[in-house]
Protein backbone atom coordinates (compact mmCIF):
# COMPACT_ATOMS: atom_id res chain seq x y z
CA UNK A 1 0.00 0.00 0.00
CA UNK A 2 1.13 3.51 -0.73
CA UNK A 3 0.15 6.01 0.67
CA UNK A 4 1.02 10.34 -0.17
CA UNK A 5 1.54 13.40 2.13
CA UNK A 6 3.67 16.23 1.37
CA UNK A 7 5.90 15.83 4.00
CA UNK A 8 7.24 12.75 5.94
CA UNK A 9 9.17 13.04 9.07
CA UNK A 10 11.29 10.25 10.08
CA UNK A 11 12.35 9.72 13.84
CA UNK A 12 9.68 10.52 16.72
CA UNK A 13 12.10 11.64 19.07
CA UNK A 14 12.65 15.43 20.33
CA UNK A 15 14.14 16.05 16.49
CA UNK A 16 10.95 14.13 14.98
CA UNK A 17 8.79 16.39 17.08
CA UNK A 18 10.29 19.77 16.68
CA UNK A 19 9.91 19.30 12.87
CA UNK A 20 6.55 18.24 13.37
CA UNK A 21 5.36 21.54 15.34
CA UNK A 22 6.79 23.64 12.76
CA UNK A 23 5.07 21.83 9.93
CA UNK A 24 1.92 22.52 11.73
CA UNK A 25 2.44 25.84 11.52
CA UNK A 26 3.21 25.73 8.15
CA UNK A 27 -0.02 24.30 7.50
CA UNK A 28 1.08 21.34 5.40
CA UNK A 29 0.32 17.44 5.69
CA UNK A 30 3.19 15.59 7.11
CA UNK A 31 3.37 12.33 9.06
CA UNK A 32 6.00 11.38 11.50
CA UNK A 33 7.43 7.51 11.54
CA UNK A 34 8.97 6.44 14.56
CA UNK A 35 10.37 3.19 14.94
CA UNK A 36 9.87 3.20 18.71
CA UNK A 37 6.85 1.18 20.06
CA UNK A 38 6.08 3.87 22.63
CA UNK A 39 6.62 8.22 22.67
CA UNK A 40 9.84 9.88 24.36
CA UNK A 41 12.52 8.78 21.78
CA UNK A 42 16.39 7.02 22.53
CA UNK A 43 15.20 9.02 26.09
CA UNK A 44 13.42 5.96 27.29
CA UNK A 45 16.02 3.42 26.69
CA UNK A 46 19.01 5.68 29.03
CA UNK A 47 19.81 4.71 32.08
CA UNK A 48 18.83 5.45 35.30
CA UNK A 49 20.25 7.81 36.95
CA UNK A 50 20.58 10.02 33.71
CA UNK A 51 19.43 13.46 33.99
CA UNK A 52 19.34 16.54 32.03
CA UNK A 53 22.21 19.75 32.44
CA UNK A 54 19.91 21.97 32.17
CA UNK A 55 17.23 23.25 34.59
CA UNK A 56 13.40 22.50 32.76
CA UNK A 57 12.99 26.06 31.91
CA UNK A 58 16.12 25.22 29.33
CA UNK A 59 15.24 22.13 28.34
CA UNK A 60 12.16 22.66 25.99
CA UNK A 61 11.07 22.02 22.51
CA UNK A 62 9.52 25.13 21.01
CA UNK A 63 5.90 26.82 21.98
CA UNK A 64 5.66 24.28 25.30
CA UNK A 65 8.21 24.50 28.56
CA UNK A 66 9.04 21.77 29.93
CA UNK A 67 7.33 21.38 33.37
CA UNK A 68 9.28 21.93 36.91
CA UNK A 69 10.31 17.87 38.28
CA UNK A 70 8.99 18.17 41.48
CA UNK A 71 12.70 17.46 43.70
CA UNK A 72 15.18 18.06 40.63
CA UNK A 73 16.88 21.16 39.76
CA UNK A 74 17.86 18.83 36.79
CA UNK A 75 15.21 16.57 35.00
CA UNK A 76 15.96 13.19 35.05
CA UNK A 77 15.46 10.87 31.52
CA UNK A 78 11.81 9.53 32.79
CA UNK A 79 11.02 13.35 33.39
CA UNK A 80 11.82 13.67 29.88
CA UNK A 81 10.30 11.27 28.50
CA UNK A 82 6.99 12.27 29.81
CA UNK A 83 7.15 15.75 28.40
CA UNK A 84 7.89 14.27 24.50
CA UNK A 85 4.73 12.33 25.30
CA UNK A 86 2.63 14.84 26.40
CA UNK A 87 4.36 17.10 23.57
CA UNK A 88 3.13 14.83 20.81
CA UNK A 89 -0.50 14.64 22.03
CA UNK A 90 -1.07 18.49 22.96
CA UNK A 91 0.09 19.64 19.39
CA UNK A 92 -2.10 16.47 18.49
CA UNK A 93 0.96 15.10 16.10
CA UNK A 94 0.27 12.34 13.25
CA UNK A 95 3.09 10.31 14.89
CA UNK A 96 2.84 6.33 12.98
CA UNK A 97 4.24 3.88 15.38
CA UNK A 98 5.97 1.30 15.09
CA UNK A 99 7.33 1.87 11.80
CA UNK A 100 10.91 1.49 10.11
CA UNK A 101 12.10 3.57 7.59
CA UNK A 102 14.17 1.03 5.14
CA UNK A 103 15.04 3.60 2.56
CA UNK A 104 14.38 6.44 0.96
CA UNK A 105 14.27 6.31 -2.98
CA UNK A 106 13.67 8.81 -5.36
CA UNK A 107 10.95 8.45 -7.78
CA UNK A 108 10.50 11.41 -10.15
CA UNK A 109 9.09 14.34 -8.73
CA UNK A 110 8.78 12.44 -5.15
CA UNK A 111 10.61 10.98 -2.87
CA UNK A 112 9.25 7.35 -1.75
CA UNK A 113 9.96 6.25 1.32
CA UNK A 114 9.47 2.19 2.10
CA UNK A 115 9.19 0.63 5.34
CA UNK A 116 8.32 -2.40 6.85
CA UNK A 117 5.11 -1.01 7.07
CA UNK A 118 4.28 0.49 3.94
CA UNK A 119 5.66 2.92 1.34
CA UNK A 120 4.83 6.98 1.51
CA UNK A 121 5.61 9.41 -1.24
CA UNK A 122 6.10 12.86 -0.19
CA UNK A 123 7.48 16.09 -2.06
CA UNK A 124 10.20 16.52 0.82
CA UNK A 125 11.90 14.34 3.83
CA UNK A 126 13.01 15.24 6.87
CA UNK A 127 15.44 12.59 8.60
CA UNK A 128 15.25 12.95 12.00
CA UNK A 129 16.34 9.46 13.51
CA UNK A 130 19.39 10.51 15.38
CA UNK A 131 22.44 8.92 17.00
CA UNK A 132 21.56 6.66 19.69
CA UNK A 133 20.75 3.89 17.82
CA UNK A 134 24.09 3.33 16.21
CA UNK A 135 26.91 3.04 18.91
CA UNK A 136 30.56 3.59 17.76
CA UNK A 137 33.21 0.97 19.24
CA UNK A 138 36.70 1.28 18.56
CA UNK A 139 38.98 -1.06 17.07
CA UNK A 140 41.02 -1.89 19.81
CA UNK A 141 43.28 -5.06 19.88
CA UNK A 142 42.37 -7.78 21.88
CA UNK A 143 38.38 -6.86 21.84
CA UNK A 144 37.64 -10.48 20.83
CA UNK A 145 40.11 -11.95 23.06
CA UNK A 146 38.19 -10.10 26.41
CA UNK A 147 36.25 -12.91 28.62
CA UNK A 148 34.41 -10.67 30.65
CA UNK A 149 31.34 -8.46 29.76
CA UNK A 150 31.54 -5.47 27.39
CA UNK A 151 28.82 -3.28 26.77
CA UNK A 152 28.14 0.32 25.49
CA UNK A 153 26.59 3.09 26.78
CA UNK A 154 23.16 2.38 25.03
CA UNK A 155 23.45 -1.09 27.43
CA UNK A 156 24.22 0.44 30.66
CA UNK A 157 21.48 1.16 33.16
CA UNK A 158 22.67 0.62 36.80
CA UNK A 159 25.38 0.43 38.82
CA UNK A 160 23.96 -2.52 40.51
CA UNK A 161 24.75 -4.73 37.97
CA UNK A 162 28.05 -4.64 38.64
CA UNK A 163 28.53 -4.17 42.66
CA UNK A 164 32.03 -5.83 43.91
CA UNK A 165 33.08 -6.23 40.03
CA UNK A 166 36.40 -4.43 38.45
CA UNK A 167 34.60 -2.46 36.16
CA UNK A 168 36.90 -0.37 33.08
CA UNK A 169 35.05 2.99 31.68
CA UNK A 170 36.18 3.81 28.18
CA UNK A 171 35.81 7.87 27.38
CA UNK A 172 36.24 11.21 28.30
CA UNK A 173 32.82 13.03 27.60
CA UNK A 174 30.19 13.20 29.44
CA UNK A 175 28.79 9.78 29.12
CA UNK A 176 31.91 8.43 30.36
CA UNK A 177 32.14 10.90 33.40
CA UNK A 178 28.86 10.43 34.25
CA UNK A 179 28.68 6.59 33.88
CA UNK A 180 32.03 6.82 35.91
CA UNK A 181 30.52 8.92 39.02
CA UNK A 182 27.63 6.34 38.69
CA UNK A 183 29.67 3.57 39.46
CA UNK A 184 32.72 4.69 41.76
CA UNK A 185 31.45 3.77 44.84
CA UNK A 186 30.15 0.22 44.72
CA UNK A 187 32.99 -1.47 42.26
CA UNK A 188 36.59 -1.24 41.55
CA UNK A 189 36.69 1.41 38.51
CA UNK A 190 39.27 2.26 36.42
CA UNK A 191 38.31 5.27 34.37
CA UNK A 192 40.53 5.37 30.64
CA UNK A 193 40.74 8.69 28.52
CA UNK A 194 42.31 9.25 24.97
CA UNK A 195 43.27 12.89 26.62
CA UNK A 196 42.87 14.35 30.01
CA UNK A 197 39.36 14.82 31.06
CA UNK A 198 38.62 18.82 30.48
CA UNK A 199 35.66 18.94 33.32
CA UNK A 200 34.10 22.98 32.62
CA UNK A 201 33.61 25.08 35.51
CA UNK A 202 31.35 24.24 37.69
CA UNK A 203 28.72 27.20 37.36
CA UNK A 204 28.43 26.08 33.76
CA UNK A 205 25.28 24.07 32.75
CA UNK A 206 23.21 23.75 29.80
CA UNK A 207 21.82 27.23 29.63
CA UNK A 208 25.36 28.90 29.22
CA UNK A 209 26.48 26.12 26.84
CA UNK A 210 23.05 27.07 25.07
CA UNK A 211 24.18 30.91 24.78
CA UNK A 212 27.77 29.72 23.71
CA UNK A 213 26.60 27.67 20.83
CA UNK A 214 23.90 30.45 19.81
CA UNK A 215 26.44 33.00 20.05
CA UNK A 216 28.65 30.78 17.82
CA UNK A 217 25.76 30.29 15.41
CA UNK A 218 25.35 34.00 14.63
CA UNK A 219 29.14 34.75 14.42
CA UNK A 220 29.35 31.78 12.02
CA UNK A 221 26.41 33.19 9.78
CA UNK A 222 27.61 36.77 9.57
CA UNK A 223 30.93 35.94 8.33
CA UNK A 224 32.79 36.56 11.99
CA UNK A 225 35.53 34.30 13.21
CA UNK A 226 34.66 30.91 14.59
CA UNK A 227 34.50 31.23 18.18
CA UNK A 228 34.83 27.51 19.01
CA UNK A 229 31.62 27.06 20.82
CA UNK A 230 31.31 24.50 23.38
CA UNK A 231 34.14 22.41 22.54
CA UNK A 232 36.79 25.52 23.26
CA UNK A 233 35.15 25.65 26.89
CA UNK A 234 35.85 21.84 27.96
CA UNK A 235 34.63 18.34 26.99
CA UNK A 236 32.20 17.11 30.49
CA UNK A 237 29.54 18.95 32.48
CA UNK A 238 29.74 18.71 35.80
CA UNK A 239 26.47 18.03 36.97
CA UNK A 240 25.82 17.12 41.06
CA UNK A 241 26.70 13.85 41.01
CA UNK A 242 29.93 13.76 38.91
CA UNK A 243 31.51 17.00 40.49
CA UNK A 244 30.71 14.92 43.67
CA UNK A 245 32.76 12.25 42.58
CA UNK A 246 35.54 14.17 41.38
CA UNK A 247 35.38 16.06 44.53
CA UNK A 248 35.73 12.98 46.67
CA UNK A 249 39.01 11.78 44.14
CA UNK A 250 37.30 8.86 42.56
CA UNK A 251 37.47 10.09 39.18
CA UNK A 252 40.99 10.06 38.41
CA UNK A 253 41.56 8.96 34.38
CA UNK A 254 43.97 6.66 33.26
CA UNK A 255 45.42 7.53 30.10
CA UNK A 256 43.76 4.74 27.22
CA UNK A 257 44.98 1.13 27.24
CA UNK A 258 46.49 -0.75 24.35
CA UNK A 259 45.26 -3.76 23.85
CA UNK A 260 42.70 -5.52 26.13
CA UNK A 261 43.71 -8.92 27.12
CA UNK A 262 41.86 -12.08 28.35
CA UNK A 263 40.67 -11.10 31.73
CA UNK A 264 41.69 -6.52 31.81
CA UNK A 265 43.46 -4.56 29.81
CA UNK A 266 47.32 -3.55 28.99
CA UNK A 267 48.86 -0.29 28.91
CA UNK A 268 51.92 -0.06 26.43
CA UNK A 269 54.50 -0.02 29.43
CA UNK A 270 52.95 -3.44 30.37
CA UNK A 271 51.29 -2.38 33.30
CA UNK A 272 47.71 -4.49 33.60
CA UNK A 273 44.50 -4.06 35.49
CA UNK A 274 41.92 -6.91 35.85
CA UNK A 275 37.79 -6.35 34.84
CA UNK A 276 35.17 -8.47 34.77
CA UNK A 277 33.68 -5.74 32.37
CA UNK A 278 33.99 -2.66 30.14
CA UNK A 279 31.55 0.17 29.11
CA UNK A 280 32.71 1.70 26.32
CA UNK A 281 31.42 4.98 26.09
CA UNK A 282 32.75 6.13 22.98
CA UNK A 283 30.41 7.55 21.08
CA UNK A 284 27.91 7.18 18.12
CA UNK A 285 27.64 7.56 14.89
CA UNK A 286 24.60 9.27 12.58
CA UNK A 287 21.93 6.95 11.82
CA UNK A 288 21.17 7.27 8.23
CA UNK A 289 21.56 3.67 6.69
CA UNK A 290 17.66 4.30 5.66
CA UNK A 291 18.99 7.30 3.16
CA UNK A 292 21.49 5.04 1.47
CA UNK A 293 19.92 4.93 -1.56
CA UNK A 294 19.96 8.33 -2.26
CA UNK A 295 23.98 7.57 -2.64
CA UNK A 296 24.91 11.18 -0.26
CA UNK A 297 27.16 10.14 1.79
CA UNK A 298 30.31 12.76 1.85
CA UNK A 299 33.51 12.51 3.86
CA UNK A 300 33.49 11.02 7.54
CA UNK A 301 30.03 9.03 6.47
CA UNK A 302 28.05 12.74 7.25
CA UNK A 303 25.88 14.15 4.06
CA UNK A 304 26.94 17.49 2.91
CA UNK A 305 24.38 19.82 4.01
CA UNK A 306 23.46 23.69 3.73
CA UNK A 307 21.91 24.05 7.01
CA UNK A 308 19.81 21.46 7.26
CA UNK A 309 18.95 20.93 3.82
CA UNK A 310 21.32 17.71 1.51
CA UNK A 311 22.73 19.91 -0.90
CA UNK A 312 22.68 17.20 -3.78
CA UNK A 313 18.88 16.02 -2.68
CA UNK A 314 17.16 19.65 -1.87
CA UNK A 315 14.25 17.86 -0.72
CA UNK A 316 15.75 16.40 2.00
CA UNK A 317 16.45 17.43 5.49
CA UNK A 318 18.38 16.50 7.87
CA UNK A 319 17.98 17.30 11.89
CA UNK A 320 19.37 16.55 14.95
CA UNK A 321 22.60 14.46 14.43
CA UNK A 322 25.03 17.51 15.85
CA UNK A 323 26.26 20.74 14.80
CA UNK A 324 26.66 19.65 11.25
CA UNK A 325 22.79 20.03 10.76
CA UNK A 326 22.25 22.96 12.82
CA UNK A 327 24.00 24.50 15.74
CA UNK A 328 23.04 22.37 19.30
CA UNK A 329 20.80 20.49 17.19
CA UNK A 330 20.85 17.47 19.30
CA UNK A 331 19.91 18.77 22.22
CA UNK A 332 16.08 19.44 23.42
CA UNK A 333 16.42 23.14 22.85
CA UNK A 334 18.39 23.59 20.21
CA UNK A 335 16.85 21.88 18.11
CA UNK A 336 13.63 24.22 17.45
CA UNK A 337 15.91 26.76 15.10
CA UNK A 338 16.99 24.47 12.82
CA UNK A 339 13.40 22.41 12.78
CA UNK A 340 11.91 25.91 11.92
CA UNK A 341 14.29 26.04 9.11
CA UNK A 342 14.04 22.39 7.56
CA UNK A 343 9.84 23.00 8.06
CA UNK A 344 10.08 26.25 6.00
CA UNK A 345 11.93 24.63 3.39
CA UNK A 346 9.74 21.56 3.16
CA UNK A 347 6.93 23.72 2.95
CA UNK A 348 8.33 25.82 0.64
CA UNK A 349 8.49 22.62 -1.95
CA UNK A 350 5.26 21.96 -1.54
CA UNK A 351 3.33 25.27 -2.44
Known sequence: MTRQTDVVVIGGGQAGLAAGYHLRRQGVDFVILDAQTTPGGAWQHAWD???????????????????????????GAGHVVEYLAAYEQRYHL??????????????GAFLRVESDSGTWRAQAVISATGTWWRPFLPAVPGRADFAGRQLHTVEYRS???????????????????????????NTELTWVTQR???????????????????ARRRALESGQTDTGGVASLGDIVA??????????GLLKAQPMFTRLTPDGVEWAD???????????????????????????????????????RSVAEPRLHLLGYGDWTGSASATLIGVGHPAREAAQQSAALVR
Open 196 to 214: PPRFLADDIDGRALFDVAT
Open 49 to 75: SLHLFSPAAYSSLPGRPMPVQVGEVYP
Open 270 to 308: GTRAEAHAVIWCTGFRPALSHLAPLGLRGPRGHIPTLGT
Open 239 to 248: VPPVRAARDA
Open 94 to 107: PVVRPVRARGVHRD
Open 159 to 185: PAHFAGQRVVVVGGGNSGAQIAADLAC
